[in-house]
């Protein structure tokens, strides 16, 4: 049995060789704290036997290579010489090809109200990624972090509906008793917001998800137990030291002393 590709590795910057890459094999351009790269990877291990290898690329120091051969963005799939880029087309191709294990629903317009849960709930990034990321040129104080916090709630309020519209916290996803593509795809979000007391720690339970939001809570309990995640998904404590790592510019082997 092929060995995982091991995604905690270097990330290759600028100046980098660019790796042998085998066409008969599914290769991943990746960032490890990527969300969207993510999706990806949660895909693939979802996949039952799908082999693949993934090399991770420093966003903050792109290799030429990887510029020429991409939009400068990751995720992107690498497959019989094709580069495919942007996680929904990546996800949904690989649920198209690799159809075991299948993800998205049959039910045609239960796929498209899928997709516009995700793509709404993709939204809230651009109040959740100032509370944790840099943003060159720009710092948030706290309060503006927690002025961003409670756009975020408004969100989260909105997912509680929905999972509760859907009895999740008897089946257990999305889809019902088993995962489906929507609970792949919005999973990353809800991961760095679990961690965000972790990540600004003096702020710490202002930033916690209400302990109202039940399905919230459950749905994130039951994704925590999916094999895929448990590979691929970090603890917040873990998530939160990588990404204060990283904001550092360190991108060498930042897992090693976790």
Same mark, same amino acid.
């Given at each position: ?70 939009? /400068? ?63 060159? *040129? ?18 989260? *309020? ?45 702020? /710490? ?32 404590e873990c998530l939160a030291k990588a990404l204060l790592v990283y904001q ?11």
């Amino acid at each position: 049995m092929p060995a995982e590709p091991s995604w905690d590795s270097n990330h290759l910057s600028d100046g980098s060789d660019k790796p042998k890459i085998d066409d008969n094999i599914i290769h991943v351009y990746n960032m490890r704290l990527c969300p969207f790269a993510e999706r990806v990877m949660l895909v693939l291990l979802h996949k039952s036997g799908l082999h693949f290898n993934c090399t991770n690329i420093n966003l903050k120091s792109k290799p030429g290579w990887f510029l020429d051969s991409s939009l /400068g963005k990751v995720p992107v799939l690498l497959t019989n010489g094709e580069a495919i880029p942007e996680s929904l087309i990546v996800c949904d191709y690989l649920d198209e090809v690799h159809s075991e294990d299948k993800l998205h629903p049959a039910d045609a317009l239960q796929k498209a109200r899928d997709r516009v849960l995700v793509e709404t709930q993709g939204q809230m990034l651009s109040s959740l990624y100032p509370i944790f990321g840099k943003i060159p *040129g720009k710092i948030f104080s706290n309060d503006e972090k927690l002025e961003k916090f409670q756009i975020v709630l408004k969100y989260i *309020g909105d997912f509680e509906k929905e999972l509760k519209k859907r009895d999740v916290q008897n089946n257990g996803f999305l889809g019902g008793t088993t995962v489906c593509m929507a609970d792949y795809m919005i999973f990353p979000f809800y991961e760095r917001i679990v961690a965000l007391p972790h990540i600004v720690a003096e702020l /710490g339970d202002a930033l916690r998800i209400p302990s109202e939001m039940e399905a919230v809570r459950h749905w994130m309990r039951c994704m925590r137990e999916l094999g895929p995640v448990q590979k691929y998904g970090l603890s917040p404590e873990c998530l939160a030291k990588a990404l204060l790592v990283y904001q550092r510019r360190v991108l060498f082997f930042f897992f090693f002393f976790f």
